[in-house]
Structures are given as structure tokens and as C-alpha cells.
């Protein structure tokens, strides 16, 4: 026993070492690299803007010190004017640019050059105070409001943020520090939220270090997060990389994300206010993730699921040294549901689970939650994965008196670690089928053909988010 957790030191240490010479990769080179007088930048976006201008014309300063919220207040605010006139796009040239928390316009393009970091501010006077999401009814770390996300908007339309790789640092270990500490006022910011927006594009951006979750849509429609490396420490608290929250029509794909939390973690509200506000998130499409976290899941559903999650694709998925590979999480109080989930080509190497459903997890907002609200776990479809080094295939938990239903797992084959558990099923309260799965399942997910292998479903119709054309649309850069 103590060599393995002496092992598991060693290789969580390990990761933490990669991750630093990731991040220092990222940032060291603005200052190493000058910058031609002007540049010519051709990208792909869901929207082309026909004005165009530079932080620094509005008195922006990369030095990494002086603040730049109130030259992005500036910039964001004369560009919108441009909202009816072909929209604009706000130039971040290379350097360090120190903000605090600024809002974004409709029909409007945010681009970083590649030697651009935006560095949030550790000032909390820089951070305004907003109320909570009301499907939360809370912050989640404290109650009451929560800080501002660093990038920030509300009801917009016809957004992009995107760059040529260039970086945001979340600069989030005083505020990992006051968590654990107890200390924090109000709930962490994020580095990118949207709300109550549509036709939303986050591509081509590394973001490292983030207070906490680093993007999270929420309350929006057709939205695409493509071609993100997301870094944080993998014991960074509650640093997930994507979540997509009450939201319709989402594509995800072509991310790497090392995080202290879910990689992907799909939400719809919590508890009783998630159930009044009623907003599921459904018709999302993950696909080719690569995923390190070794204390939580690859993929999440849940456990702030009480609004529902439906119809949820996703398909060419590499875990790495994580926790578990798809992991379904609710409780009695929810309400909601979890319907009509299918996961294919996944590969996993060095998991302490493949699978993980629990009905035992997470708290509540407060004590006023529906004890009767039970959620509705149904039509969950894995098929055609490798895992290999697993500790233990699955622990497959419903609820007493609320069995987890149509479960099925056709096609995959888990190796086992040198020092497996005992029991490599452990299910209850479950039903399903199973077809082609090695360690056999447990008898509640019998062989549906033992003689063959029978596939679980997996939808062939398009939604109507792959339909998201992009095209080129270019940007000469004059630098002051």
C-alpha cells in the first residue's frame, strides 16, 4: 500500500513538473519575441467584422503591471457602436496585459496574438460582484453573489474569442489559497463566461491557471469551444475545463485539458432552483478530447443536473491518468434527468475506473431542497473502448426505490492494473445490457448475444450545431 501511494505521488508530481513547463512555454516567449511593425493574420470564425482596432489605441499598456480594465472598458465600448455597421474586432497585440474583469459586445470578435497573455488581476476591486446563477440559487463556493468572470457577457449575440494561440493566465493560486483557507467572500470568478447569449465561437486559446472553472456557457444556444489547451496544477480546487450549463446546441472538440476537476463537466442547475428554473442542456457534442485528471472524470454529467441533460454525443475521447473515464452524478434532492447519453471510441490509460454512476453525490444549496425529487437516469450507451492499467472497471450505484435504467456497454475491453480490486462491478440499483465486455459485468448488465456482439446506440443524425459553418476572415496589425 505505501508504495503505491508513494507511486501516485510520484506520478501526480510528475504531471504538476509537465504542466509547469507547459505554462512557461506559453508565456516566456512575449518577451523574448518582438513583434514586426504590423502583421497579417487570417483565422476562421463564425462571423468576419468589417471594423477592426488595437488595445492599444486605447491606451493599453503589456508590461504585465500596469491595469488594462479600463483600456479594454474603452476599446469594447467605442467598438460596439459597430454592432448594425459589419461588427468589430478588438486586437490584443503581443505582451502581458494585466485586466481585471471587462464585458464583451454583440457581433464582435476578441483576438490574442500568440505572444499576447492576458493576466487577470489578483485586486479584488477589480472583480465586480454579481448576483448567483438563479438555476444555483447561490454561489457555489459561498452564498450569496459570485466575482465576474474575467471575460464576461450577457445576452450578446454573434460572439468570437479567439487568437493565434495566444494565452490567458487566470493567475489562480491566491485565490486557490483563500478556498481552502475558508477566506473567500464570495465565489470564485471564472476565466470565460457567457450567458443568455447565441452563435458563440472560443477557439484557438491556451488557458492556464484559472480561479476556477475556465469556460462555462450557460443559458445559451449554439455554441463551439474548439482547439482549447486548458492547464491547471491537478490539484487545483474545482478548475474544470469545459461546462457547458443549460445550454442547446454545443460542440466541443479538438481540446486538451489537464485540470484538478472534471474535464468536461455538463450541468443544468442545482437542486430546487434548478428544477424552478427548468433549463436542460441537451444536443452537445463532444469529440476528440484528450484529458488528463487523476481525481476526477473526463467527462462529467451532473451532479448539478436538476434542469436535465439529454442527447449528449461523444465520441474519440483519449483519458489519461484520470480518475474515471465517463462518470454520470446525482442524488436524491436533484430532480431532473440524465437521458439519452452515448459515448464511443474511447481510449483510457491508467484509470481507477472506466465507469462511475453514482445516486450519493454532492451537497445541496440549503436545506429547503425537495427530498421526493428524485432524478431520472435512463438510455446510457457505451460502446467500442480500451482501457488499460484500471484499478476497477465500474461502480454502477442508483438509487433505492429509483433504479438507473437502460444502461448498456457493448464492445470493451478493460485490462486490468497489477493490483486490481477484488470486485471489478459493483452494481445496484441499476438495470442494462451488456455485449462484448471483458471483465464480464455483473448480473445486473447480463449478455445480451453472448454468441455476438450487439452495439449500443449511438445516433447517425446531424444536430443542428455541426451545421455552424466558419469561414477566413483577416486582421492587419499596426503596432505602436
Known amino acids: 500500500m505505501g508504495s503505491l501511494k508513494t507511486a501516485k505521488r510520484t506520478q501526480v508530481i510528475c504531471i504538476i513538473l509537465l504542466v509547469g513547463i507547459i505554462i512557461s512555454l506559453n508565456t516566456n516567449g512575449v518577451e523574448s519575441r ?3 511593425n504590423s502583421d497579417w493574420f487570417e483565422y476562421s470564425a ?7 482596432a488595437s488595445l492599444e489605441e486605447f491606451g493599453g499598456v503589456g508590461d504585465g503591471t500596469t491595469s488594462n480594465t479600463k483600456a479594454f472598458k474603452a ?10 455597421e459589419g461588427g468589430s474586432q478588438l486586437f490584443v497585440p503581443p505582451g502581458k496585459w494585466l485586466t481585471g474583469s471587462f464585458n464583451l459586445t454583440s457581433h464582435f470578435t476578441l483576438f490574442l496574438h500568440k505572444d499576447a497573455v492576458l493576466l487577470a488581476s489578483q485586486d479584488e476591486k477589480e472583480w465586480p460582484v454579481i448576483e448567483p446563477l438563479p438555476s444555483y440559487g447561490r454561489g457555489r463556493d459561498t452564498e450569496g453573489g459570485r466575482y465576474s468572470s ?5 445576452n450578446l449575440t454573434d460572439v468570437v474569442i479567439t487568437g493565434d494561440n495566444g494565452t490567458i493566465d487566470g493567475q489562480g493560486e491566491p485565490w486557490w489559497r483563500k478556498f481552502r483557507a475558508g477566506e473567500l467572500k464570495y465565489t470564485r470568478p471564472y476565466l470565460i463566461e457567457i450567458m443568455h447569449s447565441q452563435n458563440i465561437q472560443i477557439s484557438n486559446l491556451t488557458l492556464i491557471n484559472s480561479p476556477s472553472w475556465n469556460v462555462h456557457p450557460v443559458y445559451s444556444s449554439s455554441v463551439i469551444v474548439q482547439g482549447i489547451t486548458i492547464l491547471a496544477p491537478v490539484t487545483s480546487p474545482n478548475t474544470d475545463g469545459i461546462n457547458p450549463d443549460s445550454c442547446t446546441n454545443t460542440r466541443i472538440e479538438d481540446c486538451y485539458i489537464v485540470s484538478g476537476d472534471d474535464c468536461v463537466a455538463v450541468k443544468s442547475g442545482w437542486d430546487q432552483y434548478g428544477i424552478a428554473y427548468g433549463m436542460p442542456t441537451k444536443q452537445l457534442i463532444i469529440r476528440r478530447l484528450t484529458c488528463i485528471s487523476p481525481f476526477s472524470a473526463v467527462i462529467a454529467l451532473g451532479s448539478e443536473m436538476s434542469g436535465g441533460i439529454q442527447d449528449v454525443r461523444a465520441e474519440d475521447i483519449t483519458a489519461i491518468d484520470s480518475e474515471s473515464g465517463v462518470r454520470i452524478k446525482t442524488a436524491v434532492g436533484r430532480g431532473g434527468f440524465v437521458k ?13 475506473w472506466a465507469f462511475w454512476i453514482t445516486g450519493s453525490y454532492g451537497s445541496h444549496p440549503d436545506n429547503n431542497y425537495d427530498p421526493h425529487a428524485l432524478p431520472e437516469i435512463q438510455n446510457i450507451n457505451y460502446r467500442d473502448m480500451v482501457a488499460e492499467n484500471v484499478t476497477m472497471a465500474a461502480r454502477l450505484e442508483g438509487i433505492a426505490g429509483d433504479p438507473f435504467t437502460g444502461i448498456c456497454i457493448s464492445n470493451v475491453t ?25 471483465p464480464k459485468p455483473c448480473e445486473l448488465l447480463p449478455d445480451h448475444e453472448p454468441a455476438q456482439t450487439t452495439e449500443c446506440n449511438f445516433p447517425d443524425n446531424r444536430l443542428p450545431v455541426e451545421n455552424m ?6 486582421y492587419k496589425a499596426n503596432y505602436l
Not at 463564425?46 to 477592426?52: F, L, M, N, P
Not at 493490483?419 to 442494462?432: M, S
Open 150 to 154: 474575467l471575460i464576461f457577457g450577457t
Open 469 to 474: 459553418g466558419v469561414q477566413m476572415c483577416s
Open 414 to 438: 478493460i485490462e486490468l492494473t497489477n493490483k486490481p480490486k477484488k470486485l471489478q462491478w459493483n452494481c445496484t440499483d441499476i438495470t442494462g445490457i451488456s455485449s462484448g465486455v471483458t
Open 75 to 84: 476599446a469594447i465600448d467605442h467598438l460596439s457602436r459597430f454592432q448594425s
Open 34 to 36: 518582438k513583434a514586426r
Open 340 to 352: 439519452d447519453i452515448y459515448v464511443r471510441r474511447m481510449t483510457m490509460k491508467t484509470m481507477k
Open 46 to 52: 463564425i462571423s468576419c467584422r468589417a471594423h477592426s
